[in-house]
Each structure stands twice: as structure tokens, then as C-alpha cells.
């Protein structure tokens, strides 16, 4: 009995199946077959319209052309007059011919019982009586354009066609008559193609009917089988009524109780998902571990980044392995775990580098998944107090800045008076070791000269006096001092010079940074060494770039380059750089470092300013 059951519905459900695929089919090909018929109906009804127009067009045309050579045959059928007429009316059908392709039309002399011309196939053998059975003279009987379907053809090589004859009227009598005609198998072409589109159609449609209604199948299927696994799992999911509904009270209520608990759990879900959200993309440093045993659960990114560990290098292991002792790590848990908070308490930790940090840790305790874990939160004070001494050496460099600018000229006074007595006290020495000692003093107040005019620099916030210039031009013009250096020092210079857009630049500040540049190339490098100063085009920005042989940069001095003071010269002041990175900061540009053991290139993007 259960056996029955279990395979009738199934058997029902298949023979329906079937049913609707027969219905659907047959009524497809019947449909496809009608409008196939009415296709080619429409077509050759749109056709007689378009043939009619074509034949008496060139009916008309016939009358203002050749009227007086058709008044001049001799009634008697005559291969000569056939000829000359072919030979004056074939040129009028050809043209109508090439006007309309897939058309065919011409003339026939009633008088002299032959084809006068024909197109677009035409032959000298054409030229010639059409056979009575081809039905092709009732329009002489009725005087009307006769329309009709032939299974031959004469111009088309035989096959059937759809024509129209218009009777040509001359001084009030049917002499003959001109046609136009098409292939019938156009047409039949044209209703075939939309017949099988059609079908296509159909058969489309079908699948997509048979293709839901397996699919709804299948949904009943899975909510029977879900049904039976509620039944034993006590678990059910919701089910439509009228599939099961002998069981529809046990079903609501289990439906109830089932949508409070999956709202819950729902609820418990999104609680758990944003809680891991804000986790992961907290910018404190958050670690989630198991109170026991002291590993770790999860940690976010801020933690990854600052540590400098990966995620696997970390899950499953205690925070006395990775940072402090087993003490202090003792100390935390136990104190939130007898219910005492842990809030901002200081604690230093290293990194995998061995870096030094300072954070300020609070620890709390947590239920996620019914299971208890505590979770620290710390924030890093290491890079708080490094910007604190940044800011402040900066408030020192400023207040120096404002030193320099305000006593400059207090001090460029008296050494110029200095120098001035030295120059002329040099001129009138005769003792060659006191002139070397004069110049060598002059060569110095010279030196402190500059050093001012470099705190002046950085000191002032001038305005820049920018106009459009080439920086190939520039270079030009302090090129020759660039060079008499270079070879005094016994180096080489290369200038490699890109094609590269005007910039709005202020050129005396460009040339100073050329040269502070250049300068520091030359002093990073021993005899021989080569300068390479390249200008060009990267995408939209003008570069400037400067490359040496020297030993590169050291990472820690890379870092703070730019940065006043910072030198790795011995005699130098930190102030060169300093200056580059403000002149290119007040021309819009910027400075980019590339350094190694081989050599160091510094670029110097310009924005593009075309008018």
C-alpha cells in the first residue's frame, strides 16, 4: 500500500510532464505552420505593391522615350525591328534593373509577338514569343494589371516567380505590356526562417516551463525530505501548507517555536559578527584569549602590524612566549578572572624585531559561543610620544629658524667688514705663509656666509616668483658650473636631456636646488665617479633626476633625510637638503629617494602646466 503511494505521485507528476511537452510541441508546429502561410500572404501582397509600382514606373518611363519608335513598327513580326528596339528600350530596363535588385521586368510587343527587353539576366535568346500557357496576356483582355504566381519563369532560369503585367497603351490601344516579377523563393525563404524562430521560440519557452516546474519539483522533494529530518531531528524549516496539510497544526506550532529560536540565534549571529568586525578593525591592538590555558584565540591587524608577526605565527600561543613573563601574564588573568577590571595599566613589550614598545593594556572578560574568553585591549604610546619629541625638536628648529633670520644681518655685517680688511690686508702682504692664512680666513667667513644663508633659507616663507620655464633651459645655465666643479674634483658629468613640457617654476630657486644637489652627488663620490642629471616625461609629471656612484644612504638617515642638521658629512650642516625640500615644496613639486650600496638617485616631480 505505502508502495503504491510512494510511486503514484511520482508516476502522476511524470505523465503530466510529458502531457505538457506534447501540448506545447504540437501547438508550437501549428502555430509555426500558420504563421508560415500567413507570411508568405503578407509578403506577397507587400510584393504586389512593390512590382505593380516598378512595372508601371517603367511603363511611364517607356512612354516619354520611345512613343515614336512604337508608333513606327511595322505590325508584321519582323527579328529586325525586334532587335532595334531591344537595342533602344534594353538600356531604360537595365537601369531600373540596377535601381532594383532581385527584381526582374521588361517589356513585351504585342504587335510584334516577342520579348523586347529584359532584365537583369537579359540574353539575345530571350528575345522571343512567350508560350499562351504562361498565362501572360489577360491583362490584354481586361486592360487592368494582372497579377499572378507561375511555377516557370523565363528570366529567372525557370523558377517560379510572382509577377504583374501593366498593359502599355499607345494612341488609345493595348500594343503590349511591361512587367515585373521577383523569385517566389525569396519569399518562401523569408516565411521559413520566421517560422523556425518561432519554433525556436516555442521550444524555449517549453524548457523554460519544463525547467521550473522540475525545479518547483525538486523544492517539494527537499521539503518532504526536510520534513522527514525534522520529524526525527525535532528541527523543522518552514514548508508550504498545501504540500502537508493534514499536518498543519503541528507544523505551526513547531513553526513557531522554531522562528523565536531562529531569531535568537539569528540576533546572536549578527551580535557575534559585529563584535568580530570591530575586532579585527579596531585601531587598538585587541587579542581574544582562553583564560586557561592562556593561548591565543584571535588577534586583529593593529596587532599583526605593530608586532610585525603573522596570524599563524601567533594563534596557539601565550602571551609569555611572545612578550613578558609568565608572572605578569598571570597577574592580568587573575585579576579579571576574580572579577577585578584591568584598565590603562602600563606594560613594555617587544616586537619580533626586538623593537621596544609602550602600551597601555585593559583586559575584560567575554562570552562568545557560550564559552568564556578574555579580551585585551592596549594602545600603543610609543608612536604618541615619538611625535611628541618630533614636535618638539620641531618647535626648537622653528625657534632657531626665528633666531637666524632675526640676527643674520647683525652678524653678516661685522664679517663683511672682517673680510674686507682681510682682502685688502692680503693685497699688501708680501709673506706668502701670512696670505695663505688671510685666504684660508677668508675662505671661511665665506663658508659661515653660506651657512646663514642657508638658515635664512629654511627661516623665511618668501614668495615664489614662478613663470613658465624648461628645466632643460635651466640647466643649461648653471651647467658650466656644475661641470668646472665636476672636472676640478676630477669626475665626470652626463647630462641626458628629455624632451619635457614647460612648468611654472621660480628658475633661481630651481637652479639652487640643482646645484645643493649636485653638490652633495659629488661630495658622496670618489675620483672618477660619473653624475647623471636626466630629465623626461613620467605620465603627467616633468622629472628632474640626479644619480651618483656614491655608497648610498644609511636606512636610519634616510628616514629623517630632508630633516635640518641631519648630514652624514663631517663638515656638513644638514641644511643642503633641508633647502631642496623647500624649494620643491613651494614650486609644487616633491623629492623621491632610491638608494643602495651602488649609488643614490634623487627624482624631482614637477607638475605640468601647459596654457
Not at 509577338?113 to 501572360?136: H, T
Not at 507561375?150 to 502599355?168: F, H, K
Request: hydrophobic share 40%.
Amino acid at each position: 500500500m505505502n508502495r503504491k503511494r510512494k510511486i503514484r505521485p511520482k508516476s502522476f507528476i511524470l505523465q503530466t510532464q510529458i502531457l505538457i511537452t506534447i501540448l506545447i510541441l504540437v501547438g508550437a508546429c501549428i502555430n509555426s505552420i500558420i504563421l508560415y502561410n500567413y507570411i508568405i500572404q503578407n509578403q506577397i501582397n507587400k510584393r504586389k505593391v512593390e512590382i505593380q509600382s516598378i512595372a508601371s514606373q517603367l511603363n511611364i518611363t517607356l512612354h516619354s522615350h520611345v512613343n515614336d519608335k512604337l508608333r513606327a513598327v511595322n505590325p508584321y513580326p519582323n527579328k529586325q525591328q525586334v532587335i532595334e528596339l531591344n537595342k533602344l528600350i534594353q538600356p531604360i530596363v537595365m537601369q531600373f534593373s540596377n535601381e532594383n535588385p532581385n527584381y526582374g521586368l521588361g517589356y513585351y510587343d504585342r504587335r510584334l509577338k516577342s520579348i523586347i527587353a529584359i532584365g537583369p539576366i537579359f540574353k539575345e535568346s530571350m528575345l522571343e514569343d512567350v508560350p499562351k500557357s504562361y498565362g501572360y496576356f489577360r491583362c490584354y483582355t481586361t486592360g487592368k494589371p494582372d497579377f499572378a504566381i507561375n511555377n516557370t519563369s523565363i528570366g529567372w532560369m525557370g523558377e517560379p516567380i510572382i509577377y504583374v503585367n501593366v498593359p502599355y497603351y499607345l494612341d488609345g490601344f493595348i500594343i503590349g505590356h511591361t512587367w515585373a516579377n521577383m523569385k517566389m523563393k525569396d519569399i518562401y525563404i523569408n516565411a521559413f526562417k520566421a517560422a523556425i524562430i518561432q519554433l525556436l521560440i516555442w521550444i524555449l519557452v517549453l524548457g523554460i516551463i519544463l525547467y521550473t516546474i522540475s525545479q518547483r519539483l525538486k523544492i517539494i522533494r527537499q521539503g518532504l525530505s526536510t520534513f522527514a529530518d525534522g520529524v526525527t531531528k525535532e528541527t523543522f524549516d518552514s514548508h508550504d501548507s498545501n504540500i502537508l496539510s493534514e499536518l498543519i497544526p503541528a507544523i505551526n506550532k513547531i513553526r513557531n517555536h522554531l522562528l523565536e529560536k531562529n531569531q535568537l540565534q539569528h540576533e546572536l549571529r549578527l551580535s557575534e559578527e559585529r563584535f568580530y568586525k570591530l575586532f579585527m578593525n579596531s585601531p587598538d591592538i585587541m587579542i581574544l584569549f582562553d583564560p586557561e590555558t592562556r593561548k591565543y584565540f584571535e588577534v586583529n591587524q593593529a596587532f599583526l602590524k605593530c608586532f610585525g608577526y603573522t596570524r599563524e605565527e601567533v594563534i596557539g600561543r601565550t602571551s609569555e612566549e611572545l612578550f613578558y613573563t609568565p608572572e605578569m601574564s598571570d597577574l592580568l588573568c587573575n585579576e579579571v578572572i576574580t572579577g577585578r577590571s584591568i584598565t590603562n595599566v602600563p606594560l613594555t613589550f617587544r616586537t619580533k624585531d626586538h623593537n621596544e614598545l609602550q602600551l597601555v593594556v585593559s583586559v575584560e572578560k567575554v562570552s562568545i559561543g557560550g564559552k568564556e574568553y578574555l579580551i585585551s585591549s592596549s594602545k600603543d604610546l610609543t608612536q604618541q610620544r615619538r611625535i611628541e619629541k618630533e614636535l618638539a625638536r620641531l618647535d626648537r628648529l622653528d625657534l632657531v629658524g626665528q633666531m637666524a633670520a632675526s640676527i643674520s644681518h647683525e652678524v653678516r655685517n661685522p664679517m663683511t667688514v672682517v673680510k674686507g680688511f682681510l682682502q685688502l690686508m692680503d693685497e699688501k702682504e708680501i709673506d706668502s705663509t701670512k696670505k695663505t692664512y688671510y685666504q684660508i680666513m677668508i675662505e671661511e667667513i665665506d663658508r659661515a656666509n653660506n651657512i646663514i644663508s642657508e638658515f635664512l633659507s629654511l627661516a623665511r616663507d618668501k614668495a615664489v616668483d614662478a613663470e613658465l620655464h624648461n628645466l632643460n633651459n635651466i640647466i643649461d645655465t648653471v651647467y658650466p658650473l656644475i661641470l668646472a666643479q665636476t672636472l676640478k674634483e676630477e669626475k665626470q658629468l652626463i647630462f641626458e636631456r628629455g624632451n619635457i613640457l614647460e612648468t611654472k617654476v621660480d628658475d633661481k630657486e630651481i637652479r639652487q636646488l640643482i646645484l645643493n644637489l649636485v653638490r652633495n652627488s659629488l661630495e658622496a663620490m670618489s675620483s672618477g665617479g660619473i653624475v647623471w642629471i636626466r630629465t623626461y616625461m613620467e605620465n603627467k609629471n616633468i622629472i628632474l633626476s640626479i644619480q651618483d656612484q656614491g655608497p648610498g644612504i644609511d636606512k636610519a638617515i634616510l628616514d629623517k633625510i630632508g630633516t635640518p642638521f641631519i648630514t652624514t658629512k663631517e663638515t656638513g650642516t644638514g641644511l643642503g637638503l633641508a633647502v631642496c625640500y623647500n624649494i620643491a615644496d613651494r614650486n609644487n613639486a616633491y623629492i623621491e629617494v632610491d638608494t643602495n650600496s651602488s649609488g643614490t638617485t634623487f627624482k624631482v616631480k614637477f607638475e605640468t602646466k601647459e596654457d
